[in-house]
């Protein structure tokens, strides 16, 4: 089993739409998580953390639920440039090594 | 600030070749990293550092190895270049672990794409 699972997707949405990506993660004592997003040919960029009691930014929410060690991330009206590959991210607490990336859901938006 | 800084953007190695790909970041963080990305893959971590003069192996070191004699500065070297190593290579940083566990994300660079022919 990997360490951090994404469905791969790829997921194609009409503009508008809400979308969500679910990642979950095989270690229970990772402490941090993240969603990056990384453009095509472009590096990883930190769209945001998660946090226990979920968390808000924008149109984008970020879940995390520890007790089935997954996470995931809601995309509401969804706009072009949200097109790109989403990342899941652990880290556990205390090791500077263990920042596990998942291999990414790519998200299409449609016009 | 220029955050992160990888030269060279693209290289094309010839089996058996040695190269360094350099990475720099001005904002004194202490933490850095070598990571490579495949096709359709996660990242997968190289080296890392927690300091200078400090280096410890990820998850895939065979075939690399890196130095840190600066805060700035984390080149990472291959030696003998193989097909297997054709890949997307990404430097990152961070500040001090406690900023990790906060929230606070890597920083990454804008990635060296090397081709091993």
């Known amino acids: 089993r990997k360490e951090v699972e994404q469905d791969p997707g790829p997921f194609n949405v009409p503009e508008g739409a809400t979308v969500a990506f679910n990642c979950t993660y095989s270690?229970?004592?990772?402490?941090?998580f993240f969603w990056y997003r990384q453009d095509c040919r472009k590096e990883p960029k930190l769209l945001m953390s998660v946090y226990s009691s979920g968390n808000e930014d924008g149109r984008f929410t970020a879940q995390l639920n520890r007790a089935s060690q997954y996470i995931s991330l809601l995309i509401r009206d969804s706009k072009l440039s949200d097109s790109a590959t989403y990342l899941c991210v652990v880290n556990m607490r205390g090791s500077a090594r263990q920042l596990t990336f998942g291999s990414g859901t790519q998200l299409t938006v449609l016009p | 600030n220029a955050g992160v800084t990888q030269t060279p953007k693209f290289r094309i190695l010839k089996i058996g070749q040695s190269m360094t790909l350099q990475c720099t970041q001005d904002m004194n963080h202490n933490y850095m990293y070598w990571y490579r990305q495949d096709p359709g893959m996660g990242l997968k971590l190289i080296y890392y550092s927690v300091g200078a003069g400090i280096t410890d192996k990820g998850e895939v070191p065979n075939g690399y190895n890196v130095s840190r004699s600066t805060t700035e500065d984390f080149p990472l070297r291959l030696e003998l270049a193989a097909p297997s190593q054709t890949s997307v290579y990404f430097c990152?940083?961070?500040?001090?672990?406690?900023?990790?566990?906060?929230?606070?994300?890597?920083?990454f660079g804008s990635g060296t794409r090397l081709t091993v022919v």
């Open positions: 990152a940083s961070s500040p001090s672990l406690s900023g990790t566990a906060l929230g606070y994300g890597y920083t």
């Open positions: 270690n229970s004592a990772s402490q941090s």
